[in-house]
């Protein structure tokens, strides 16, 4: 009998003595040894998690992000965030300003206005000018941050970031659109001496006004206001409905109104559109008493 015979009757003989001894042929993770002395590997049962694929996006683009939709990410994105604020509050207390009995109304005549040290129409463009060159600077800024985050593959993770949080969205859109009525005036309306009609005047300080939008973006995170914000965010569905009822509800007790009793004299007419009608229909509605009657 040679060594590899009685090499296997003493094993084969310990197995039959020790059970446990004897390899599962059923346990991946045995490794067992043949005559011939190879090795018999068997894959392990203990799997390597995947590693988890990097956050890839452009150091620039990232860099932008933060700056812009996150204020508490650095001292200088802070600083400016606050800084435009201010000059949003300040912009909008100018063009309360402008409605006040000043010096603007009387430019090329008798100044009869009654506060007097107000400035004038030419004083208040210019500090018009002045308000509206960092908020440029910044929509300018964003402006390229979207094109970067939506045209450049590399930052699809950012684009996603960007798109799941809704309300920085909204306010990033705001901050772009709050700057064309400026640059509409100053690029044509304003070297042309172009007289806005009251329509065209109310439309462009409505859009201008969503500057204030940036506001949110540093007090949103107050408990007060966080509560308000998640209370509307809930509350919206539920109120599609009733506001398009309100909606529908006036719309055609307006054309009632106005077709029952259509405007023969200007001068008389308790309303000369369908939109006069309409308004008074939602006022009446809401007070209970015949305003403007």
């Known amino acids: 009998m040679d060594a590899t015979t009685a090499a296997t009757t003493v094993t084969a ?90 010096p603007n109304y009387y430019d090329g005549r008798k100044d009869m206005s009654k506060f007097k040290f107000l400035l004038s129409d030419e004083q208040y463009w210019i500090l018009y000018i002045a308000f509206m060159i960092p908020l440029i600077l910044d929509a300018v800024g964003r402006l390229v941050l979207l094109i970067l985050i939506t045209c450049q593959a590399e930052n699809i993770a950012l684009y996603d970031t960007f798109t799941a949080d809704r309300l920085e969205m909204y306010m990033f859109c705001c901050d772009i659109l709050g700057v064309i009525p400026f640059l509409l005036r100053a690029g044509y309306f304003h070297r042309a001496q172009y007289d806005f009609s009251q329509v ?27 509560a308000i914000r998640i209370t509307l965010l809930r509350s919206t569905p539920h109120l599609v409905v009733p506001v398009f009822f309100f909606l529908t509800f006036n719309i055609t007790a307006g054309a009632y109104f106005y077709f029952v009793e259509p405007c023969y004299n200007n001068s008389v007419c308790p309303w000369s559109d369908l939109f006069q009608a309409t308004f008074f229909s939602i006022v009446t509605m809401a007070t209970g008493s015949l305003v403007g009657w």
């Open 13 to 102: 003989a310990g197995n039959k003595n020790n059970p446990r001894a004897t390899p599962d042929p059923q346990d991946p993770s045995t490794t067992t040894t043949t005559t011939t002395g190879q090795i018999d590997e068997r894959p392990s049962t203990d799997e390597e998690s995947p590693e988890e694929e990097p956050d890839i996006c452009s150091p620039l683009a990232r860099l932008m992000y933060e700056f812009f939709t996150i204020p508490k990410s650095s001292k200088v994105a802070f600083f400016w965030a606050v800084s435009t604020c201010w000059i949003a509050i300040m912009r909008v207390l100018e063009l309360s300003l402008e409605t006040v009995d000043g």
């Open 200 to 226: 065209e005047l109310v439309l462009m300080v409505l859009v201008e006004l969503l500057i204030t939008g940036r506001i949110l973006r540093i007090i949103k995170d107050i408990p007060a206001i966080r």
